[in-house]
């Protein structure tokens, strides 16, 4: 079995920085695709960032600029450098990750990490 085990969050206050990790481990062959997403309460889940195993990035426009995706291939391990946070970050941050687990290519996701940014 695969799984997501997400680090690094915690209460920040505005203007701070944070760097999430996550790590997969289990039966994995392949990751394609890692990516970061949010959810703050009453609100729906939304994409934060994304990388390719070939390391093509994308971001949400509200981070541009000031989040960074990067990933490990060696340890399967994706993280998300976060500068100049905003209390509009504050959510439970997730990360994502299409595994090539035996045959089967799936989409996995981790427990989340809560971010908190005071004004």
């Known amino acids: 079995q695969v799984h997501l085990v997400e680090s690094g969050g915690g209460l920040v206050q505005a203007g701070e920085s944070l760097r999430l990790s996550c790590a997969a481990s289990?039966?994995?062959?392949?990751?394609?695709?890692m990516g970061w997403y949010r959810q703050a309460p009453g609100k729906q889940r939304e994409l934060v960032a994304t990388?390719?195993?070939?390391?093509?990035?994308g971001y949400a426009d509200s981070v541009k600029g000031r989040f960074t995706i990067s990933r490990d291939n060696a340890k399967n391990t994706v993280y998300l450098q976060m500068n100049s946070l905003k209390p509009d970050d504050t959510a439970v941050y997730y990360c994502?990750?299409?595994?090539?687990?035996?045959?089967?290519?799936?989409?996995?996701w981790g427990q989340g990490t809560q971010v908190t940014v005071s004004p």
């Open positions: 289990g039966r994995i062959f392949s990751i394609n695709t």
């Open positions: 990388i390719t195993s070939g390391g093509t990035t």
């Open positions: 994502n990750a299409d595994v090539l687990s035996g045959s089967r290519w799936r989409s996995y």
